[in-house]
């Protein structure tokens, strides 16, 4: 989703809940405020003018035919622009940039009075198709979301389940991955079926202090080994995926697209008297085609956020020779090893690195 698309939602999000009611007007002061200095910048310059003259104009390609030969000749020209094609080139650029910030700026540039209509579009095409200005216009639509986001965290938790999911959406339609709360819902939905285990512990039981899931083998291994220590462990949770109340790890996928991955389980353990550690777990096999990429997404997330866990376990498991080694990514010398990995056969290299588990 374009950055200023976003904002605006976000913006009319915040106004409708009552948190921030004139944060459609903030959004136009903020943008049309830099378009206009932009404008007062660029003005005048050699650039700006060639910028107004290039859109003054309309490129053709005229084509002659020779009756005598058959040969054709294509020439390119440039004709003066008519105020219907003006238009056009006008509501392009103001798609572009969206929030009807074309018209915004238009009639900031009529207020000055010395500029006739045409030459205000004009002046508005040379801005809005300036690619430095688009960069940074988006820049500035990023940073307000962003703030708004940390400013008003409070606020939008204290919403109803749908306010809040409306302004979730708009987080994941970021460029980049950004850092945000997890939110617990109260209760969640499980399926109790011939295929599902009861498991005890979970952060979110029925009447009988059970919880049904399904878990694959090595799923089932990793759980298993934490209801082991009964003296220690608290509870535990399924991060299920997408969500506000689940814990999402960036990856780039190997189209250089970027997207969440969603470790397996989240485990809440007394660390000593007084604290309470979360570690994160997450068991997968080798055969998996995204394996490495996400490896190596796991590792750089427990390199940058590392001090917020106990532990960080990636548990690999090797399906065709039957085994697993555990690796704690909290251990810079386990961590560095595969922040580097590239291939299914490095990230099988690591089985030697730390030994079976």
Not at 207 to 229: F, G, T
Request: with cysteine; hydrophobic share 35%; net charge negative.
């Amino acid at each position: 989703m374009p950055p200023v698309a976003r904002l605006e939602a976000l913006a009319g999000a915040l106004s409708d809940a009552g948190i921030l009611e004139d944060a459609p007007d903030q959004v136009d002061e903020r943008l049309v405020g830099l378009l206009w200095q932009r404008l007062e910048t660029r003005r005048g310059s050699a650039e700006f003018e060639e910028a107004v003259k290039r859109s003054r104009e309309v490129g053709l390609d005229a084509t002659t035919l020779s009756y005598l030969t058959g040969e054709t000749e294509t020439q390119q020209l440039r004709v003066e622009s008519t105020s219907r094609s003006l238009e056009r080139l006008y509501d392009q650029v103001g798609r572009k940039a969206g929030a009807a910030l074309h018209d915004k700026l238009w009639r900031r540039i009529r207020q000055d009075g010395d500029v006739d209509g045409d030459t205000a579009r004009l002046y508005v095409i040379a801005t809005l198709g300036d690619a430095n200005t688009q960069r940074a216009l988006n820049s500035e639509a990023t940073q307000l979301f962003d703030d708004w986001m940390a400013e008003h965290e409070d606020a939008i938790d204290a919403l109803g389940d749908d306010e809040r999911r409306e302004v979730d959406e708009l987080r994941e339609h970021a460029d980049e991955p950004s850092k945000t709360r997890i939110a617990l819902p109260d209760s969640i939905r499980a399926r109790r079926d011939n295929r599902s285990v009861d498991w005890p512990h979970h952060l979110y039981v029925d009447q009988n202090e059970l919880y049904p899931e399904r878990l694959n083998e090595w799923e089932r291994d990793a759980i298993e080994a934490e209801l082991a220590h009964p003296e220690s462990l608290i509870c535990w949770l399924r991060n299920r995926p997408r969500g506000r109340g689940s814990l999402a790890i960036p990856y780039t996928k190997s189209s250089g697209e970027t997207a969440p991955m969603y470790p397996d389980f989240l485990v809440f353990r007394r660390a000593d008297q007084d604290r309470i550690a979360v570690d994160i777990l997450d068991p997968h096999g080798l055969h998996l085609e995204d394996a490495p990429a996400k490896a190596r997404a796991f590792a750089e997330y427990a390199m940058k956020h590392g001090t917020a866990f106990g532990r960080i376990l990636m548990i690999v498991y090797d399906r065709e020779q039957n085994r697993r080694v555990t690796l704690d990514l909290r251990r810079s010398e386990i961590r560095n090893q595969v922040r580097t990995v590239t291939t299914t056969a490095h990230l099988q290299s690591l089985f030697d690195l730390a030994g079976e588990g």
